[in-house]
């Protein structure tokens, strides 16, 4: 346990689940879906650890960015319909069982996404069916693989095609009409479309979707302040709430003055100076950015 979290009396940040594998590479966090001899359909135990994940790491000062990708052919199929089966415990029956739990545990991971406050780089590739659909839109980038295969499953099964928090982020990243077009009918979209519509950031092959995301991820701890990064998350994901530009300015005004005042803020500055280009060459390190 370091001094950090002995002195703020903060637990240690050990990542240890059954349906989730969590790969720290530096400041990069590579968090995988890992039930892939069932595509990675959302189970009840795959998703209680994807929460527990988002809401512990926030808190993780070593972790900058992290990659969210699924093992095998598949990055989400949906809900895990075998779960769906389960009876419900003997002192709820199934309508509050499916609300209270069921529900709440799927669009949390998309609250707790939205609340994380590290970006997550979507690294996709095969299947992204209902709730893997929402889980792809709240990502704050996303690389998707050639196999990349996009629906609103839930419309086959009788359900409404607007889920964990898919109505709230598809139409401000694809338009109204697009956004329409992929909710209200369960028709695949593969990868070159969602890319012409706006949806991807990149389509690589499927072998580089991982690395091209992790690469992302490194350069953007390259060449950005911890804090600062995270400032610049919490003001987009504020900016998609209809709010007014005025607040958005505030915002950006608060983050500004805050993130200025760091120790990276005012080294950044002076790594500017042209006063300093001769120390910036002979002393690097003490210019880089450390603080969180």
Same mark, same amino acid.
């Given at each position: 346990m370091s001094v950090y979290q002995e002195s703020y009396h903060l637990p240690e940040f050990t990542y240890e689940y059954e349906k989730l594998k969590i790969d720290k590479r530096g400041p990069v966090y590579v968090c995988a879906f890992d039930d892939a001899q069932n595509l990675n359909a959302m189970s009840y135990k795959q998703m209680a650890e994807f929460n527990d994940f988002l809401i512990k790491v926030r808190m993780d000062k070593d972790c900058r960015v992290i990659v969210l990708t699924g093992e095998g052919r598949s990055f989400c199929a949906g809900f895990n319909l075998n779960d769906l089966a389960l009876d419900p415990p003997e002192d709820m029956g199934r309508i509050q069982r499916d609300f209270y739990i069921m529900q709440r545990m799927c669009s949390d991971q998309i609250v707790n996404m939205r609340r994380c406050e590290q970006p997550i780089i979507g690294a996709l590739k095969g299947y992204a069916v209902g709730g893997g659909l929402s889980i792809s839109c709240a990502c704050d980038l996303r690389v998707l693989g050639e196999s990349y295969k996009m629906n609103a499953g839930y419309l086959s099964i009788g359900y409404t095609g607007t889920d964990m928090g898919g109505a709230f982020f598809l139409p401000k990243i694809v338009g109204y009409a697009r956004a329409a077009e992929i909710l209200m009918n369960p028709a695949r979209h593969d990868a070159q479309q969602l890319?012409?519509?706006?949806?991807?950031?990149?389509?690589?092959?499927?072998?580089?979707?991982?690395?091209?995301?992790?690469?992302?991820?490194?350069?953007?701890?390259?060449q950005t302040a911890p804090f600062g990064l995270r400032l610049t998350k919490e003001?987009?994901?504020?900016?998609?709430?209809?709010?007014?530009? @005025?607040?958005? #300015?505030?915002?950006?005004?608060?983050?500004?003055?805050?993130?200025?005042?760091?120790?990276?803020? #005012?080294?950044?500055?002076?790594?500017?100076?042209?006063?300093?280009?001769?120390?910036?060459? @002979?002393?690097?390190d003490k210019y880089a950015f450390h603080n969180m």
């Open positions: 890319l012409d519509w706006g949806f991807a950031n990149r389509v690589v092959a499927d072998d580089d979707v991982l690395e091209t995301a992790v690469a992302m991820a490194e350069d953007m701890c390259k003001c987009l994901q504020t900016s998609l709430d209809g709010t007014s530009f @005025e607040n958005v #300015i505030k915002m950006e005004n608060r983050n500004q003055v805050l993130a200025s005042n760091t120790n990276d803020g #005012i080294m950044g500055t002076l790594k500017m100076n042209p006063h300093n280009k001769q120390d910036v060459k @002979e002393n690097p």
